[in-house]
């Protein structure tokens, strides 16, 4: 096996568990105030990681265009988090993972269109596969019962359409993040490029805690879910050193579907740690997601 493909799985393996570590920190915690303690644990690791390799001099002779798109990236990046987090608090974890994944589509065709990367008959069948399979995961979550009243169940409608808001624009932002990543990580060390975007992110992070006049929420998260938010941080930290070294080295086209196989391990555990259950059609739709990413790495 070709390194960045093992990079790919590695980072699959690591974000699958960033998904179930950050929904145990978020039940009672703001997914705004969790986004921004999340950052700092993965700023720490991320930089942690460039002085080890000794990479940190190589900042120097960074161009302005990568610069640009690190930056970019790290924006990109942080939205994607803040939709991602409010995503989850919202909706159950078997039903967001898969919107936030079908970034895989979006990201193939960005490839094709700003990166030049060649698709033929086999991708276009892979994402076919891929975008089939996340629209039959996506479940609309239960109306508010018949005796709760119009404007009680007008209130659970809102909601239910809100975790899709917000898991669609986390899967958009996703895909700005690997393609804007691409193009500035070309020449850099991955883990100094990911260090970089990490600190862009955590500026973004909490200033919109700043904005939104969260601050104070931070004293009153529960210590097990601060643990949580911070074991997720530290997940994020090594898929992302694992999904930019691929990236570094092989095509997006083929890396990010074999990142988003994270979903397998994301269900798994969903089903082991909050009991969530997929239906049969559910079920046809992960096994679609999964025979599209793998025959993205047989091409």
């Known amino acids: 096996m070709v390194m960045w493909l093992f990079f ?8 699958g568990l960033t998904s179930i570590l950050a929904k145990c920190g978020i039940r009672k915690t703001d997914p705004t105030v969790a986004t921004a303690i ?3 644990v993965v700023l720490f690791f991320s930089w942690l990681m460039v002085f080890v390799s000794g990479s940190q001099d190589t900042i120097f002779q960074l161009s302005a265009r990568t610069w640009l798109f690190l930056i970019l990236s790290g924006l990109a990046t942080g ?7 409010h995503a989850l608090q919202l909706g159950d974890v078997n039903k967001v993972v898969p919107i936030d994944k079908s970034s895989t589509v979006l990201t193939m065709l960005l490839a094709m269109l700003v990166l030049g990367e060649p698709i033929h008959g086999g991708s276009l069948a892979a994402m076919v596969f891929i975008g089939a399979g996340t629209l039959l995961m996506i479940q609309k979550k239960p109306a508010a019962p018949a005796g709760q009243g119009e404007e009680a169940r ?6 239910s359409r809100a975790w899709l808001f917000y898991a669609v624009f986390s899967a958009v932002f996703a895909s700005l993040t690997a393609i804007l990543g691409k193009i500035g990580i070309e020449g850099v060390e991955s883990d ?6 990490t600190a862009v992110v955590l500026v973004m992070a909490w200033l919109m805690v700043g904005i939104t006049g969260k601050e104070k929420l931070l004293r009153q998260v529960p210590e097990n879910e601060f643990f949580m938010i911070c074991l997720s941080g530290l997940a994020t930290g090594a898929a992302w050193l694992c999904y930019y070294r691929a990236l570094q080295e092989g095509p997006a086209s083929v890396v990010v579907p074999v990142d988003k196989l994270s979903i397998l391990v994301t269900i798994a555990f969903s089903w082991l740690v909050f009991h969530e259950t ?3 059609k559910g079920a046809l739709g992960l096994g ?5 990413t ?6």
């Not at 939205?79 to 987090?85: G, K, R, T, V």
């Not at 100094?192 to 975007?197: D, E, F, H, M």
């Not at 793998?294 to 091409?299: A, F, G, H």
């Open 8 to 15: 790919a799985f590695g980072s699959a393996l690591f974000s």
């Open 38 to 40: 999340r950052t700092v």
């Open 79 to 85: 939205a994607s988090w803040l939709c991602y987090f």
């Open 154 to 159: 007008q209130g659970s409608g809102a909601k």
């Open 192 to 197: 100094l490029g990911t260090a970089i975007r």
């Open 278 to 280: 997929l239906s049969k």
């Open 288 to 292: 679609m997601i999964t025979a599209g």
């Open 294 to 299: 793998l025959l993205m790495v047989l091409l």
